[in-house]
């Protein structure tokens, strides 16, 4: 894949249908006491199908050891959350695309990766430990070739390593070893445009989500400026360290949590992100199901876009 590793990335991924939108924007917290409605449970819930969902968000993918970015990458949600899709291009004008799903029937991963070189892979397997583990077949260019793959989630982003095997898997040779770093807006700022500037939010603010979902005090804290604050509907406010202090307690689980209507507004160096979120759980021994409008305010920092503040509704009246 990526250029013996960068060029000619293993971007495999999935085929179709994993993961939540995974919009869960604490912002529902201010409604949680509020009368829960029952609705019917919805296809990719789960806790198996965000087993991935480290891997969301805007990066740029280095050679490991590498300072110099070799390509980028773009992994979001589709489908209403049911499916996981990588957008990659390569530095040297090489790309591909991949579509990743959580099968129930075998309970394992399965990813398919088409390139701009002709090149497909399909792979299949399982997380192991926190690390997501697949292997199959790479049958490009008239070759017949076992590979496996590992993607880790580590402090700096995710580590990528693939090797493959031309003899039945009796040896196998590296092919591959990237890491995938979140890409900051500013680099690069010359060529960012409006359009690349709403993109980045977007992600951001679903990687976000997924994180709250998950109670990833890591990531949270990773996108959340230092002076953040959540105004409810009721008029309490929380900060950064409230949230993450909520996060570490787990004291929220969250079976469901998907945006629709999303929308991104620009003025400067300043991004709002609106959008209608169902969140579906427990917090505490109580169960609730909601459905509100978020407001996410975020400002471009020199490392990045940091959400700044936010702003929930209290929740709708069920539709008639």
Known sequence: MKNQGVQTVARWATQAATVSVLIGMLHSCCCLALDAAASKPLTCSAPAYRQFDFWLGEWDVFEEGGSKAEARATITSIQSGCGL??????????????????????????????????QVVF???????????????????????????????ESAGVRETAERSSDGGKTWKPWFDLSFRKRSPLAGQGNSGPDDDRRDVSAIDTEFQAAVKNNNVEGMSRILADDYILVTSSG??????????????????YERQEDTNQTVRLWGDTAVVTAKLWAKGTNGEKPFDVTLWFSDTYVKTPAGWKYVFGQASCHLPPAP
């Not at 004008?93 to 070189?117: F, H, K």
């Not at 199959?136 to 076992?146: E, F, I, M, P």
């Not at 949230?243 to 689980?253: D, F, G, I, S, V």
């Open 85 to 118: 899709r990588e957008q990659y291009e390569g530095a040297n004008g090489s790309s591909g695309e991949s579509l990743s799903m959580y099968d129930p029937s075998p309970a394992e991963w399965q990813q398919t990766w088409l390139s701009n070189r002709g």
């Open 236 to 253: 309490k406010t929380q900060t950064k360290t409230d949230l993450l202090n909520e996060a570490r307690e787990r004291k929220t689980t």
């Open 123 to 153: 792979i299949h397997g399982t997380l192991q430990g926190d690390a997501m583990t697949l292997s199959g077949t790479d049958d490009s260019g008239g070759g017949h070739r076992l590979v496996r793959g590992v993607w880790k989630p």
